[in-house]
T-cell receptor, first 114, second 113 residues
Framework: AQSVTQPDIHITVSEGASLELRCNYS??????LFWYVQSPGQGLQLLLK??????LVQGIKGFEAEFKRSQSSFNLRKPSVHWSDAAEYFC????????????FGAGTILRVKS | KAGVTQTPRYLIKTRGQQVTLSCSPI?????VSWYQQTPGQGLQFLFE???????NKGNFPGRFSGRQFSNSRSEMNVSTLELGDSALYLC????????????FGSGTRLTVV
């Protein structure tokens, strides 16, 4: 079965420091890859997506992610974190072969300390 | 361009009742998916509709059902509510499924008492 692993449940970063959130997936081929962010009580906002081509993807709010096929990973990065980045981040993979559904990781809660 | 609109935002229902949630997708989007989010199970896929046809269904009991109308608006229904159905229900729309990427609504928070 397809699965997505976000190994870090919580991460605390100082404001201005760099950030990397990890995501690994289990699937034979290259799926469609996404990162979403969710503020408390809100829906999911798409940060970036990867379908094919350049493995370094730029997103909104200064985020980027790198797809590494050999490691089945799609890690999210930001060079300098702002207090407003505090939220929960979800990695998701999509599979057309399995009915156009998204499989989500468990999420990583980001705390930003001033 | 209006986003995905879900109504109502909050609902409180009693065990045994039924509930209907509504989702209006982004104009031009024909694929609508529903997800359930709970603290214990995370985000789980319920079903996906495309051009009024259910293309895929997640591992949920038959009490959960949905439909899509000709204007792409979608509804999901939960009958005989249980306490465990308390969750945030999220709707997402796309032009053509996963390939187009999904845009999510703000969700409906359902509380079953």
């Amino acid at each position: 079965a397809q699965s997505v692993t976000q190994p870090d449940i919580h991460i605390t970063v100082s404001e201005g420091a760099s950030l990397e959130l990890r995501c690994n997936y289990s699937y034979g081929a290259t799926p469609y890859l996404f990162w979403y962010v969710q503020s408390p009580g809100q829906g999911l906002q798409l940060l970036l997506k990867y379908f094919s081509g350049d493995t370094l993807v730029q997103g909104i709010k200064g985020f980027e992610a790198e797809f590494k096929r050999s490691q089945s990973s799609f890690n999210l990065r930001k060079p300098s974190v702002h207090w407003s980045d505090a939220a929960e981040y979800f990695c998701a993979v999509g599979f057309m072969e399995y009915g156009n559904k998204l499989v989500f990781g468990a999420g990583t809660i980001l705390r930003v300390k001033s | 361009k209006a986003g995905v609109t879900q109504t109502p935002r909050y609902l409180i229902k009693t065990r045994g009742q039924q509930v209907t949630l509504s989702c209006s997708p982004i104009s031009g989007h024909r694929s609508v998916s529903w997800y359930q989010q709970t603290p214990g199970q995370g985000l789980q896929f319920l079903f996906e509709y495309f051009s009024e046809t259910q293309r895929n269904k997640g591992n949920f009991p038959g009490r959960f059902s949905g439909r899509q109308f000709s204007n792409s608006r979608s509804e999901m229904n939960v009958s005989t509510l249980e306490l465990g159905d308390s969750a945030l229900y999220l709707c997402a729309s796309s032009q053509d499924g996963v390939r187009g990427g999904y845009t999510f609504g703000s969700g409906t928070r359902l509380t079953v008492v």
